[in-house]
T-cell receptor, first 112, second 110 residues
């Protein structure tokens, strides 16, 4: 089975812009979770989608949003980018959500 | 939420054994996971414990004590490629999501 894929792998944006990241889960996995990873904060949970519904959300401002499509692919959007949004954004998929998560390679976002 | 504590860094020599401890709050606990993450790469799944006891997978073993809110990952016969960050993660039913520890950086020296 193909693993979790994320596009793009690298992204450079300037403050105030918006960005959309994409994640394709492992075939058959219905849960997709998004995480932000920075050296100082570790892995921080953003949100989880299951069957096109957001089931849970972390403590991030409303500038961070996401969605999931009927084929389980997911996108996350960050609007009005800030310097502090520079991070590695990881998505992880699992069959049901509470079972083993498999991570994609991540999108490294740099905000200038 | 789930506070997960693990040491920041551990150093060991090639061929040695290292034990990484992880403690967590037990409320709603429903599974503990260990991941390995090399610098600049995504975390990869190592092990899963939901019942008390030891799970062995080759050079890696993971132990869980649910009553104590405690787990450890044991890395045997250390190799240079084992230098990485090791993340402890807990799934809580009452929280409905994973909580990750900050990770333990293992440095393997020749």
């Amino acid at each position: 089975k193909a693993g979790v894929t994320q596009t793009p792998r690298y992204l450079i944006k300037t403050r105030g812009q918006q960005v959309t990241l994409s994640c394709s889960p492992i075939s058959g996995h219905r849960s997709v979770s998004w995480y932000q990873q920075t050296p100082g904060q570790g892995l921080q949970f953003l949100f989880e989608y299951f069957s096109e519904t957001q089931r849970n959300k972390g403590n991030f401002p409303g500038r961070f949003s996401g969605r999931q499509f009927s084929n389980s692919r997911s996108e996350m959007n960050v609007s009005t980018l800030e310097l502090g949004d520079s991070a590695l954004y990881l998505c992880a998929s699992s069959p049901k959500g509470e079972d083993t998560q498999y991570f994609g390679p991540g999108t490294r976002l740099t905000v200038l | 939420g789930q506070n997960i504590d693990q040491p920041t860094e551990m150093t060991a020599t090639e061929g040695a054994i290292v034990q990484i401890n992880c403690t967590y709050q037990t409320s709603g606990f429903n599974g503990l996971f260990w991941y390995q993450q090399h610098a600049g790469e995504a975390p990869t799944f190592l092990s899963y414990n939901v019942l008390d006891g030891l799970e062995e997978k080759g050079r890696f073993s993971s132990f869980l004590s649910r009553s104590k809110g405690y787990s450890y990952l044991l890395l045997k016969e250390l190799q240079m490629k084992d230098s990485a960050s090791y993340l402890c993660a807990v799934w809580s039913d009452s929280w409905g999501k994973f909580q990750f520890g900050a990770g333990t950086q293992v440095v393997v020296t020749p």
